[in-house]
Structure formats: structure tokens, C-alpha cells
């Protein structure tokens, strides 16, 4: 599958993005690890993708040491000094803020996955993006301690429900989807590095 970078996900190269951080040098190597995945999971939508690939190897090295993860338990993050913070935030200027809260001020450690994240090039082009001659293009990079990941945020489904001129996807809510993620996010928190 030949996959770039969204220019949605390109804020992900920016080193004051609060999220994953990717340099340029590691995200060549990282769309080259995509080509052989460890799994292949279904996204939230047929026409979203989680490519996982394992950062930790089994010397106890990582791939990428440089990437974090970023999400904890809400009361490991608070025992442990982590501030917690809210704001309300658009990702693009074209969207609308929403509120999101994070914890700051806590060390994180190197992620043992990463999930690439990816759209359909028919999916892109509805949201008004060029795939030029990509199958699909990466509109995430996240980290995680498991090859599943996490739950997509309850306010990032909302978002998608409201539609493309919103900053969405146009997927409708999937009720049980939803459930599990405001269990999960109740329960953790995501960190936010400086």
C-alpha cells in the first residue's frame, strides 16, 4: 500500500505540537515499517486503518526512542505530580473549539507501539484533501502500551459525527463505541509534553 502524509496530520512534524511528535527523518522510516505491519486493525469507519507496529524490540531497544506515550491512568498522573489542565481548542482554524483537558508536567516514557493511522485516498478527497497517487494517507500518529489502541476520544467522535465542514469524517456515532470511550477516558488521562 503506497500511504503519505495528510496535511492534516503534518502538524505532527512541528516541534511545539502537544501530541506525538515525528521528525521527518523517522517518519520516511515509519511510512517504510507501514508497508509490513505487525497488525492491521479496522478503524472506526471502513475507511479508516491502524497500521500497529512495534517500537519496543525484543533486546528492550525501541525503533523509535524519541516517540512517547502519551496516555496515562488519571489517578497514576495526579499521584505522581501531573498538572491538569482544560482549554477549549480547534485542531485546524476551520473547525470549532472544543473543550480537551490533559495532564502536563510528568516525565513519559518511550512508547512500545505505534498506530499509524490511515484514510482511504476516496476518503481524503471527500474531506478535500489530494491524495495525489497514495491508497491512503496517515491523518494520525499515535502511541500506545498495547497493539490495540486506545478508544478514539468522545469529543473526536462527535467531531466526526458533525460532518467534513466541521472537521469531521461524516461518521455517524457508533452508541457502544462511544460508551467504551467515555469509560476509558474517564479513567485516563492523555499528557501533553513541553
Not at 519496543?56 to 506515550?69: A, E, K, T
Not at 495526579?78 to 490533559?102: F, H, K, M, N, S
Amino acid at each position: 500500500m503506497n500511504i503519505a502524509l495528510s496535511h492534516f496530520a503534518s502538524r505532527q512534524l512541528r516541534p511545539d505540537f502537544p501530541g506525538t511528535r515525528i521528525g521527518q527523518e523517522e517518519l520516511s522510516r515509519l511510512i517504510a515499517l507501514c508497508a509490513s505491519p505487525d497488525q492491521v486493525i479496522p478503524g472506526y469507519a471502513p475507511f479508516a486503518k491502524i497500521l500497529a507496529i512495534r517500537n519496543l524490540l525484543p533486546d528492550g531497544s525501541f525503533l523509535f526512542p524519541s516517540l512517547r506515550c502519551l496516555t496515562l491512568r488519571r489517578d497514576e498522573a495526579l499521584c505522581r505530580g501531573g498538572i491538569l489542565r482544560t482549554a477549549y481548542e480547534a485542531r485546524t482554524p476551520q473547525e470549532l473549539p472544543v473543550l480537551v483537558e490533559w495532564v502536563e508536567g510528568l516525565e513519559a516514557p518511550s512508547a512500545p507501539w505505534i498506530h499509524v493511522i490511515t484514510y482511504s485516498a476516496e476518503q481524503m478527497r471527500l474531506e478535500g484533501e489530494d491524495p495525489d497517487d497514495a491508497d491512503a494517507l496517515i491523518v494520525s500518529i499515535a502511541t500506545g502500551l498495547f497493539p490495540e489502541p486506545e478508544p478514539m476520544r468522545p469529543i473526536t467522535a462527535l467531531r466526526n459525527a458533525l460532518g467534513v465542514s466541521e472537521g469531521g469524517s461524516g461518521s455517524p456515532i457508533d452508541r457502544a463505541a462511544y460508551a467504551h470511550s467515555v469509560q476509558f477516558w474517564t479513567d485516563h488521562v492523555m499528557l501533553r509534553l513541553k
